[in-house]
Nanobody, 124 residues
Framework: QLQLVESGGSLVQPGGSLRLSCAAPGFTLDYHAVAWFRQAPGKEREGVSCMRSSGGSTHNADSVKGRFTMSRDNAKNTVYLQMNNLKPEDSAVYYC?????????????????WGQGTQVTVSS
């Protein structure tokens, strides 16, 4: 199945930083829009950040603007989510998926299958 693989989640103190990775075994990500989602216990899955394509624009949820940044490394066929100044409310399982590349990419349904995600816990 068409599925992305997340990694990089960990336990980090408030104010700390993490970088999550999203790999695509068997196909290239260069021309596809990719989004990061997260789901905390008792809450719905929400869009966090999306990038339309290689060299395209990035869109972030209001809750993470100024703190989270997406990037691509085409040579490694990998998409990253740099998370700075982390807060306890950022704690969640983070997922990445292919999405529609329009202005609604933060709320797009996934075009790839959901993977296992990677756990991010922000706590002192």
């Amino acid at each position: 199945q068409l599925q992305l693989v997340e990694s990089g989640g960990s336990l980090v103190q408030p104010g700390g930083s993490l970088r999550l990775s999203c790999a695509a075994p068997g196909f290239t990500l260069d021309y596809h829009a990719v989004a990061w989602f997260r789901q905390a216990p008792g809450k719905e899955r929400e869009g966090v950040s999306c990038m339309r394509s290689s060299g395209g624009s990035t869109h972030n949820a209001d809750s993470v603007k100024g703190r989270f940044t997406m990037s691509r490394d085409n040579a490694k066929n990998t998409v990253y989510l740099q998370m700075n100044n982390l807060k306890p409310e950022d704690s969640a399982v983070y997922y990445c998926a292919l999405v529609l590349g329009g202005t609604s990419c933060l709320t797009s349904p996934p075009l790839s299958s959901w993977g296992q995600g990677t756990q991010v816990t922000v706590s002192s």
